[in-house]
């Protein structure tokens, strides 16, 4: 069974992906296995820190604060469109 030509030009564009490919794909399925434990776990602590990360999270509700408007004037048309849709098609349109 070939690999995904897609998924390899992703890793590909990965820095370091090259090298990445060429280690890994020497490895036996133990050792991958091991590897994919170490990766998430590497992931995990990354997520706990960006949880915890204050100035991520203050630009977080700045940016959040600061959309606010835009995104309300999006749903406005969002749904006032849908109303619309919904009218036309009550009197005969398409």
Do not use: C, W
Request: charged share 40%; proline share 3%; hydrophobic share 30%.
């Amino acid at each position: 069974m070939s690999r995904d030509e897609k998924l390899e030009s992703k890793v590909f564009a990965l820095p370091g992906g090259k090298e990445f490919k060429e280690e890994v794909d020497s490895l036996s399925v133990p050792v991958l296995e091991a590897r994919i434990t170490r990766m998430q776990k590497d992931l995990d602590e990354s997520e706990e820190h960006r949880k915890e990360n204050v100035a991520l999270n203050n630009a977080k509700d700045e940016v959040k604060e600061l959309s606010g408007p835009y995104n309300d004037v999006k749903k406005a048309v969002q749904v006032k469109t849908k109303y619309i849709i919904e009218l036309i098609k009550e009197k005969g349109g398409q």
